[in-house]
């Protein structure tokens, strides 16, 4: 199936020298690398800078207007009337008529329809992941993207307390420094998902908020472009984070995340800042783990309760100073361990994905000129497929570690039933899926 055919989308040249890399690929989503799917934390705030992995694993219900998911059908009649009616819902609201007229020209668009309901077949290894979010190109142009905004990162690392080289990475993650945000109109794209149904009511709040934006006079309808699941500008942001953080940099009185890097860095650094970013803290370090280490903690200690455990930072230097810190290990036992802290967590409302928060996390490090990860990771371990995962969550059930129901995704429930089994196995309990302890699970 093709998407129904889109209508050009005007640019304006963006300020400040920053050019923008055309045409980028429809397959594209969002940021120029997403994380592996499987990776959310629990303990995080859901996300409000969208990645198209974060938006597969929401499940907002359906309105009962909506045209049922997954139907595949163009039917531009229904698509029309359900338009209809949203305008004079959204007018009852007090979205004006010039702001509804942007809807005038909106499509349906099938595309966006197939990218939201895609689901890979393999869980992505986070050192895949990894290797691509902190490649040496990246780190090397988000260098010369520091240079070149240099004072303007300062002015808001002075105001907002976020380190210039954290806002600079968060912008290489989402849209590497501007090269590929997308090129749907996010009209289009909200419209289409809250007419599909699966997340519609979503969808329909985000529609909302970005004709309040346009009301506003921040950004002209046809300049309010993005990925295919809504997600806009350089640092991508779904409509209703852009009310809430979006700030105004450049003091033009408009707040232009598409055009003005004032802008930019201004409104991430303000969600971070909002997020509980501590100015004297780093995001925390690589440790090493002592033998006999308890992989079933998931506490947060101070760094002296740590280091009395015997963690150790990997540079062989002294721990920072973290009075709420969590020791993780996000390829199990074999691959390195960092311990984390409140600024880590504070990447996590960005996108709440453990592989997301360390790749900003080692991306700033890298820009900075830190030293990056130390130890080596697991590259020998084949990545299971989501129907291994499943046949993985299925056996633990019958085994009575209660996971949930078999829905493919390492969540946090199916780790700790693994880590259960680990345990009562004799094998290390660090709740990592492996084909090797697939096999064991298989043949109980």
Not at 181 to 198: E, I, K, V, W
Not at 290 to 297: I, K, L, M, V
Not at 344 to 359: C, D, E, G, K, P
Request: with cysteine.
């Amino acid at each position: 199936m093709f998407p129904l055919k889109m209508r050009s989308v005007a640019y304006r040249p963006l300020r400040l020298g920053i050019a923008l890399v055309l045409p980028i690929t429809l397959l594209s989503a969002c940021a120029s690398a997403q994380p592996p799917s499987g990776q959310e934390e629990a303990d995080a705030n859901p996300v409000l800078a969208e990645q198209s992995s974060t938006l597969l694993a929401q499940n907002t219900q359906s309105s009962p207007s909506a045209k049922p998911s997954g139907s595949g059908l163009q039917d531009h009649a229904s698509f029309d009337a359900w338009l209809a009616a949203f305008k004079r819902d959204a007018a009852a609201q007090g979205i004006s008529q010039q702001a509804l007229s942007a809807l005038d020209d909106v499509r349906y668009l099938e595309r966006v329809v197939e990218l939201d309901s895609y689901q890979p077949e393999f869980v992505r290894p986070i050192w895949e992941y990894l290797d691509s979010a902190v490649s040496s190109t990246r780190v090397t142009n988000g260098r010369d993207k520091l240079a070149q905004h240099r004072q303007t990162a300062a002015r808001m690392e002075e105001r907002y307390g976020v380190p210039a080289e954290v806002i600079v990475a968060i912008w290489g993650i989402e849209s590497n420094y501007g090269g590929n945000f997308g090129d749907f109109s996010a009209l289009d794209a909200f419209a289409t998902l809250a007419y599909d149904g699966r997340r519609s009511d979503f969808a329909r709040g985000e529609l909302l908020a970005a004709l309040r934006i346009i009301d506003s006079g921040d950004i002209a309808a046809q300049d309010m472009v993005g990925s295919w699941a809504g997600a806009m500008g350089h640092t991508q942001f779904i409509p209703s984070s852009f009310e809430a953080y979006a700030k105004d940099g450049d003091g033009d009185g408009r707040r232009d995340i598409w055009g003005s890097i004032p802008d930019v860095m201004a409104s991430t650094a303000n969600y971070l800042a909002r997020a509980n970013w501590q100015p004297d803290q780093p995001w925390g370090v690589e440790v090493t783990l002592p033998e006999g280490y308890d992989y079933a903690q998931t506490e947060r200690l101070s760094s002296a309760e740590w280091a009395a455990q015997g963690v150790r930072a990997a540079n062989g230097g002294g721990l920072p100073a973290l009075d709420s810190a969590a020791v993780i290990v996000p390829a199990g036992a074999q691959g390195p361990a960092f311990m984390v802290g409140q600024n880590f967590r504070s990447i996590l409302r960005y996108n709440n994905a453990t592989s997301y928060a360390l790749a900003v996390a080692t991306l700033s490090d890298a820009i900075a000129g830190r030293e990056g990860v130390q130890q080596g990771w697991p590259r020998d371990q084949q990545p299971l497929t989501r129907d291994d995962v499943r046949e993985l969550q299925q056996g633990l059930n019958a085994l009575g570690y209660s996971v949930g129901g078999a829905d493919g995704i390492l969540g946090p429930n199916t780790r700790n039933g693994l880590r259960a089994f680990q345990r009562d196995q004799g094998m290390v309990p660090d709740g990592f899926a492996t084909q090797a302890v697939l096999e064991r699970i298989k043949q109980r």
